[in-house]
């Protein structure tokens, strides 16, 4: 008897000293998850109104851009003395443009020439008579750049609510000619402001930095929103911080909030004087946090009573059970995280409780991108320190309540609890941004990227195995991509690792065998079409006698590390044929492109000159290509690796130039030769008015340092003929010539015939 007593006593304390402690632990959790909720939210808007001002610009860049073009074409057309001959220009234009209602024409004066609004014939509306009107179109007529988005008026041609969009073309003195105006009406659905994903309560738009309304949804009264200062909660947080590039609106209180209580955040557009804004009630993380902690809270209160002394013994266990899992033999000796084994029990325990919550949870696969690189440069001591200071990175880029561990080498695996696909989503996106600068590591500055797989329990597998094969899976799809990207797991990736494992495999054997060809493609004089050198490009010829472009086996050799011994190769072979072609063409010089991996490589200022010595080639016949991003992925290092190969006399070509993020300081300090543009670029010149004035920018910053600039992929004569005016001296392309063997490229060469027709470049943007 005395041993049941004592025994109900214990019991009788086991629950009160539950209810007591379950109703603190409820308190905090309700306070803790809405600080969460309300961080979440914050975050969410902060990201949402980024897109939506990053889309915003591109709206307008992608009008307002579009109509230089359609501005010298009209002046074609002579628009001033026969307006109605453009209107179907203008009328494709706005085909073009949905969201474009109507297109018209001004003389300077603001009288308007067409109206796409009117019929042909009819009497256009004279806003000369309308002194507001005109004198906003007179100071966007004076407007010097590219175009001009006006405030909101109410157009009197469509009869609604409108912006315009405005380009002015003007003379060679810079005189206005005439203005191009494109209206945006902002009372229809289907515009820009209604293809972003927000609650239901949101309100999103365009603020000017003068403080008026340029676009804003939804709207009840228009007249009351557009034409006057606004004053709602987000005009007056954006007025009160004047300049600000981004930035918070706090609501109101936690448990009570009117119509003027707003959460919202800002960002400021990166080419226009507007920010972008979305806003929800005072009352949404409220509400939020509600509807996901109601179902929690009443489950508590139903089944406290019959699980309480069971929630005691299972408190003790589970508390056993974490003193376990933190103990040595499941901690990582290097950074201290949970290695493998605490992860695997990890992952099991939050399966088992997302299947009892019917909830999903997440799991991350994270991969250092080229860490081998790191340890062959600077040694394991300092991969050891790197190690750690990712660790870090990634612990303070996940959310309270996930659980990050050390696989093992440059492995990491986050499980993230009751998270979906989109909130993982966010999260990778997050430790992707937060790797974007560098890592203090000792003395030294060093930057990675991670590669990173996502795996969402159930969809992609119901059991640790398989949820870690699927993440390690989407995690080569993402090193796939280009490395530096998350992918989320889908069926088809597990047969695409399946071809890229058996590729490899066959990648191997072929580069035991040397079951390689190269082909050369010519590089041409933009002034005479003569060619002048080429570029020799690798093929792979298969068992079966099939030739395997790069595009499918260059990315396979780089992750795999074969890229350096593909490298060799090449360099050996090419170095051979130029000693075979020194007399027949002394002066021919061949490009062969280096990888990151290979360029990185300890040993190849060695490996060169070995083979420049056994081959006997004239190192100036040989160009190394590495691309700006390589370049500057160690700067100090890269330059002094380059500083060697001129030493040696072989030339240096900067690839890709202007697609990666290279600063005028260090361009200047490269010792390169040439600079090659970016097809991508190249391919829009004649077309883009922003191509070309990259283009432009490249050759004369070219000029300026004194290097010979080379034009890659021209695929058509307009792009040749547009690279010779602009001033490029060399260029390469399929138009231009294709890849051929070494027999067809010596016998272009030494003809020495152009192999385009060159007519004379009528002037030269670049001198």
């Not at 300077?108 to 009819?122: E, H, S």
């Not at 409780?353 to 696969?365: G, S, Y």
């Given at each position: ?10 019991l ?44 915003s ?7 307002g ?5 359609l501005g ?9 003395h ?57 100071r966007?007529m ?53 293809r ?5 309560s ?46 918070f609106l ?49 489950a ?24 376990e ?41 994270v ?34 309540g ?42 030294r ?10 795996a ?5 597998g ?11 899976t ?11 990207a ?30 390689f ?11 005479t ?21 790069p595009s ?9 590390g ?9 360099l ?9 072609w ?17 360029f ?22 040989l160009?190394?290509e ?71 920018t ?5 000029a ?23 001033g ?40």
């Amino acid at each position: 008897m005395e041993f049941q007593n004592s025994f109900a006593g214990l019991l009788r304390k086991a629950v009160v000293s539950v209810l007591i402690a379950g109703t603190l632990v409820l308190v905090a959790y309700g306070g803790y998850s809405r600080q969460r909720e309300e961080l979440e939210v914050r975050e969410n808007l902060g990201i949402l109104s980024s897109f939506l001002a990053s889309a915003s610009q591109s709206f307008f860049d992608n009008i307002g851009n579009g109509m230089g073009p359609l501005g010298r074409l009209l002046e074609q057309r002579d628009v001033l003395h026969h307006p109605e001959r453009v209107r179907p220009h203008l009328l494709e234009f706005r085909e073009r443009y949905p969201e474009v209602t109507a297109m018209a024409v001004f003389e300077p004066d603001g009288r308007m020439l067409v109206n796409t609004a009117v019929k042909t014939g009819g009497a256009l509306p004279d806003f000369r008579k309308d002194p507001p009107y005109l004198s906003q179109l007179l100071r966007d007529m004076a407007n010097p750049g590219a175009y001009v988005v006006s405030p909101p008026e109410f157009g009197k041609a469509i009869q609604r609510w409108r912006f315009t969009i405005r380009h002015v073309v003007r003379d060679r003195q810079g005189h206005p000619l005439f203005l191009v105006q494109a209206a945006i009406p902002l009372e229809r659905d289907g515009t820009f402001l209604h293809r972003l994903p927000v609650p239901a309560s949101s309100h999103i738009g365009l603020l000017r930095g003068d403080g008026h309304e340029q676009a804003r949804w939804p709207v009840a009264d228009a007249n009351a929103v557009y034409g006057r200062a606004a004053g709602n909660p987000m005009a007056r947080t954006i007025r009160a911080k004047p300049g600000q590039e981004s930035g918070f609106l706090d609501g109101g209180a936690m448990w009570f909030s009117n119509a003027d209580d707003r959460i919202g955040a800002f960002t400021r557009l990166a080419g226009l004087d507007m920010y972008a804004y979305v806003s929800v009630p005072g009352d949404y993380v409220w509400q939020r946090w509600w509807r996901q902690n109601t179902p929690v809270y009443s489950a508590f209160a139903i089944f406290f009573g019959i699980f309480s002394v069971i929630a005691f013994w299972v408190g003790r266990r589970e508390r056993s059970h974490s003193l376990e899992l933190v103990s040595q033999a499941r901690r990582d000796s290097l950074t201290g995280l949970p290695n493998r084994l605490a992860a695997e029990e990890t992952l099991a325990w939050c399966i088992r409780m997302a299947r009892a919550m019917r909830q999903r949870c997440a799991v991350l696969f994270v991969d250092i991108d080229r860490f081998k690189d790191v340890n062959d440069s600077y040694g394991h001591d300092v991969g050891d320190l790197l190690l750690k200071e990712v660790a870090k990175v990634i612990q303070g880029g996940l959310r309270e309540g996930s659980f990050l561990s050390r696989l093992g080498g440059d492995e990491f695996l986050a499980i993230l609890p009751a998270c979906d696909q989109d909130t993982a989503a966010l999260i990778s996106q997050r430790l992707l941004d937060l790797f974007q600068g560098s890592l203090h590591v000792g003395e030294r500055q060093l930057a990675v990227t991670p590669s990173i797989g996502v795996a969402i329990f159930p969809e992609h597998g119901e059991d640790i195995g398989t949820l870690l094969k699927h993440a390690d899976t989407a995690m080569y799809e993402a090193k796939r991509q280009g490395r530096n990207a998350f992918s989320l797991y889908m069926d088809q990736l597990g047969e695409r690792v399946r071809h890229r494992v058996h590729m490899e495999q066959e990648l191997r054997e072929a580069i035991k065998q040397g079951s390689f060809i190269l082909d050369y493609q010519p590089v041409v004089d933009m002034g005479t079409g003569k060619p002048v050198g080429g570029e020799a490009l690798v093929r792979w010829v298969d068992r079966d006698g099939r030739v395997i472009p790069p595009s499918e086996f260059i990315d396979i050799a780089e992750d795999s590390g074969l890229i350096c011994q593909l490298g060799e190769w090449v360099l050996r072979s090419l170095c051979a044929q130029l000693a075979d072609w020194k007399k027949a063409a002394p002066d021919l010089w061949i490009a062969m492109n280096v990888s990151p991996r290979q360029f990185q490589d300890r040993k190849f200022i060695a490996n060169i000159e070995d083979i420049l010595r056994e081959t006997g080639t004239d190192a100036s016949r040989l160009v190394v290509e590495i691309t700006e991003t390589t370049a500057m992925e160690n700067p100090e290092m890269s330059l002094a690796t380059m500083e060697r190969l001129r030493a040696m006399g072989i030339r240096i070509a900067i690839d890709d130039f202007g697609t990666g993020y290279s600063s005028l300081s260090y361009l200047k300090r490269i010792p390169s030769d040439k600079i090659k543009i970016d097809k991508s670029f190249v391919s829009g010149i004649d077309i883009n008015a922003h191509d070309t004035g990259i283009v432009q920018t490249i050759l004369a910053m070219t000029a300026m340092l004194q290097k010979a600039a080379v034009a890659e992929g021209i695929e058509t004569e307009a792009q040749f003929n547009a690279l010779r005016e602009l001033g490029c001296e060399y260029g390469q392309g399929y138009w231009i010539g294709r890849p051929v063997p070494p027999d067809r490229f010596l016998s272009l060469v030494t003809r020495n015939e152009p192999l385009v027709a060159c007519v004379p470049a009528r002037s030269s943007a670049v001198g």
